[in-house]
Nanobody, 127 residues
Framework: QVQLVDSGGGSVQAGGSLRLSCAAS????????MVWFRQAPGKEREGVAA????????YYADSVKGRFTIFPDNTKNTMYFQMNSLKPEDTAMYYC????????????????????WGQGTQVTVSS
C-alpha cells in the first residue's frame, strides 16, 4: 500500500523560506513522476513543480522558477520542496503526488494524471 505523508508547512513572513517534505512508503519503486501541487481557497489545484524520476528532469511553474526547488532523497524515500523568497501569493495548501505512469510528467500540471496523494500541508505567507 502506497502512502505519501506531507509535512513542513507553516507561517512565515514574505521573503522567508520553508522546506516541505513528502515521505513515501510502499511500492515507491513504481513511481515515475512526482509533483508538488498547491491549492489556495477558491482556486483550482495547480502544479508548481515536478520531477521525472526516470531521468531527473525537473519542471517548474513560471510563478515559482528561481525560488523553489524540488529534489529527492532516495535514501530516505522522501521528496523535498525548498521554497525561498516566499510571497503572500504562495499561500496555499501544498500536496505532493506521484504516478507510476511514465507519461505523467509530460502533462504534470494536471492533477488527474496522479494516483497517489499526500494529505497536504498548509503554507501561509504574510506581508
Amino acid at each position: 500500500q502506497v502512502q505519501l505523508v506531507d509535512s513542513g508547512g507553516g507561517s512565515v513572513q514574505a521573503g522567508g523560506s520553508l522546506r516541505l517534505s513528502c515521505a513515501a512508503s510502499g511500492a515507491t519503486s513504481s513511481f515515475r513522476c512526482m509533483v508538488w501541487f498547491r491549492q489556495a481557497p477558491g482556486k483550482e489545484r495547480e502544479g508548481v513543480a515536478a520531477i521525472y524520476l526516470g531521468g531527473g528532469a525537473k519542471y517548474y511553474a513560471d510563478s515559482v522558477k528561481g525560488r523553489f526547488t524540488i529534489f529527492p532523497d532516495n535514501t530516505k524515500n522522501t521528496m523535498y520542496f525548498q521554497m525561498n523568497s516566499l510571497k503572500p501569493e504562495d499561500t496555499a495548501m501544498y500536496y505532493c503526488a506521484a504516478s507510476a505512469d511514465v507519461a505523467a510528467c509530460t502533462i504534470w500540471e494536471s492533477p488527474r494524471r496522479f494516483t497517489y496523494w499526500g494529505q497536504g500541508t498548509q503554507v501561509t505567507v504574510s506581508s
